[in-house]
Every structure is written in C-alpha cells, then in structure tokens.
C-alpha cells in the first residue's frame, strides 16, 4: 500500500513549450502533496506545497505563474511548467502524505520522479 | 532551502565493510528520516526517528539522533554491492506542515 505514481516518467520538450506532470497516490487519500526539484548530483529542494482545494503554497525564489500547481482531487495534483526554458531541465519530484489508514498516517510517499528535458 | 549538511560526500568501501554517515540539521526537529535514491530513481525511505528517540534499528540499519548536537547518524552493516546509492537524511522542522529539508546527501559506493 501506499504508492504514489508519476506521469510521465521521462518527457522531452522545446524551450517555450509547457509541460504537465502528474502525480497521483495510488491506494490512499492525500489532502497534501509536496513538489521538489533536484537537480544532477544535488538534493532534493521543496518547491511547493499542495494541499486539495486550495492554492499551492511556494517556496521562496520559485515562481508561482511558471510552476503552476493544481490539487484538484484528494488522489490527483499537477505541476505545469509553462514556457519552460533549458533550465528548467531537472528531476521533478512528487510526495504524498498518508493522511489515515495504513500503514503509517502522517509519513511522505515519494513519486518515482520524472525526467524533465528542455531542448 | 536545504538546511542539512552531510557528511561525507562520498564514500567508498569494500563488501562487507560498515558505512557510517553523519548528518546535521539546524532548527528543532519533530523527526528525521533517511532515504536511499538510486541514480536516476525516486527516493527509498528506509527509518524515520522521532525526537524523543535516540536509537533506531531496521535490519542492517542503525540509526542515532543527538537533538542536543542536531546531528543523527546512519550505519550500514556489512554493506553489499546493492547499497550502492546516495543516502539523504531529512528533517521535519517542529511547527511544519511535515514539509521535509533535505541534507546535501552522501555517495556510497560498495566496491564488490
């Protein structure tokens, strides 16, 4: 139990472009989500916050009308990168809290990542 | 912003061998955790110790919180080829909405 998944896994896109990946929790409800981004060979960064119903919440220095967040439904969010751009280009990360239930209410489950390449 | 720092970097070692990495943090914590992400791959939660705890086993895993030094420690037990990976420790900050800081991670390598 407790799986979150990732779509797509790899994608490849021309600058300028906007790119939507999902994330979705599986087997269980999530009211909040997490976004991060790592870049090669570095950590993991918080980009956002997504709580179902209500406007993500940013971290500092990421901005909110190119990474657009929608948690639209308790199993479901979504980061758009509009107009992405070279550096856009990095592993995007999705995690889920167990809200109740098994096996552990309350811990992270972290998406598979996805791949994102800007040409 | 990434609150941990790790150490070390990287490490190399034989089959077999232990592997200890340290991490330390800078604000009060409710727990720490520790994940494995494979090159390329999503992370693996591997132990979560909360901050009233000093000790935590799972398996070949070892894991030590010192809230007084804002560190914590992973031990690998007789490592194997398989662990090789980057190991992160992560923070939940207290008062957080169990939002997670990262550590800048250690590179295992477990030579065969």
């Known amino acids: ?119 | 912003s990434q609150q941990g720092e790790e150490d070390p970097q990287a490490l190399s070692i034989q089959e077999g061998e232990n592997a200890t990495m340290n991490c330390s943090y800078k604000t009060s914590i409710n727990n720490l955790q520790w994940y494995r992400q494979n090159s390329g791959r999503g992370l693996v939660h591997l132990i979560l110790i909360r901050s009233n705890e000093r000790e935590k086993h799972s398996g070949r895993l070892r894991v030590t919180l010192d809230t007084s030094k804002k560190s914590s420690s992973l031990l690998i037990t007789a490592s194997r080829a398989a662990d090789t990976a980057s190991y992160f420790c992560a923070t939940e900050p207290s008062g957080s909405a169990r939002q997670l800081t990262f550590g800048s991670g250690t590179q295992l390598t477990v030579l065969p």
């Open chain 1, 1 to 119: 139990g407790a799986v979150v998944s990732q779509h797509p896994s790899r994608v490849i896109c021309k600058s300028g472009t906007s790119v939507k990946i999902e994330c979705r929790s599986l087997d269980f409800q999530a009211t909040t989500m997490f976004w991060y981004r790592q870049f090669p060979k570095q950590s993991l960064m918080l980009m956002a916050t997504s709580n179902e119903g209500s406007k993500a919440t940013y971290e500092q220095g990421v901005e909110k009308d190119k990474f657009l967040i929608n948690h639209a439904s308790l199993t479901l969010s979504t980061l758009t990168v509009t107009s992405a751009h070279p550096e856009d280009s990095s592993f995007y990360i999705c995690s889920a809290i167990l809200t109740s239930g098994f096996p552990r209410p309350g811990e992270q489950y972290f998406g598979p990542g996805t791949r994102l390449t800007v040409t």
